[in-house]
């Protein structure tokens, strides 16, 4: 049974680029969720994708973009990268349709911004 | 404004006791608590979940809700070295609606 996946694992950019990352849901769950979690805090909503759409979002800024793919699997996209956004980004899933709420976790992917 | 609170720590116990992490939550409606362990440089991992009032066991693990106080609990038994680790609560409304965070407390078991 396949877990939450994330790529790339770690990532470097330069203030004002652009990135993406890529999430796959863990095997039967449909609903995808971002999280930012910056160094010695707990992890804090972005936004979360279910059905293609954006359902709901945390307080962050419109620099930060997503999209559901019909195969469940999301990306997160910030554009004009700041300093502040150095941080591990995650991903977690869960599934509405079996009403399994529990979200789990992928590894994350370290972004640093220089 | 929903806000989890958790003491940092660190939380020092000795092989073999009993660990007792503690969260208190400010929003009345929130519905579904989780405790993640979270290990350094990696990615939070769900150990216990809890909807209800009460008690709820796995294995080593025991947390507690008291919904009056506001108030989850986690117990580790039987503490082990490899139990070192950040652990986080969170709390949502039920459903898919998203977690609210502690920032987490550092447990250290000294062998």
């Known amino acids: 049974d396949a877990g939450v996946t994330q790529s790339p694992t770690h990532l470097i950019k330069t203030r004002g680029q652009q990135v993406t990352l890529r999430c796959s849901p863990k095997?039967?769950?449909?609903?995808v969720s971002w999280y930012q979690q910056a160094l010695g805090q707990g992890p804090q909503f972005i936004f979360q994708?279910?059905?293609?759409?954006?359902?709901q979002r945390g307080n962050f800024p419109d620099r930060f973009s997503g999209h559901q793919f019909p195969n469940y699997s999301s990306e997160l996209n910030v554009n004009a990268l700041l300093l502040g956004d150095s941080a591990l980004y995650l991903c977690a899933s869960s599934s509405r349709v079996s009403f399994s709420y529990e979200q789990y976790f992928g590894p994350g992917t370290r972004l640093t911004v220089t | 404004q929903k806000e989890v609170e958790q003491n940092s720590g660190p939380l020092s116990v000795p092989e073999g006791a009993i660990a007792s992490l503690n969260c208190t939550y400010s929003d009345r409606g929130s519905q579904s608590f989780f405790w993640y362990r979270q290990y350094s440089g990696k990615s939070p991992e769900l150990i216990m979940f809890?909807?209800?009032?009460g008690d709820k066991e796995d294995g080593r693990f025991t947390a507690q809700l008291n919904k009056a106080s506001q108030y989850v609990s986690l117990l580790i038994r039987d503490s082990q070295p490899s139990d070192s680790a950040t652990y986080l609560c969170?709390?949502?409304?039920?459903?898919?609606?998203?977690?609210?965070f502690g920032k987490g407390t550092r447990l250290s078991v000294i062998a």
């Open positions: 994708y279910y059905e293609e759409e954006e359902r």
């Open positions: 809890i909807y209800s009032n």
């Open positions: 095997s039967g769950h449909d609903t």
């Open positions: 969170a709390v949502n409304w039920g459903g898919n609606t998203p977690l609210v």
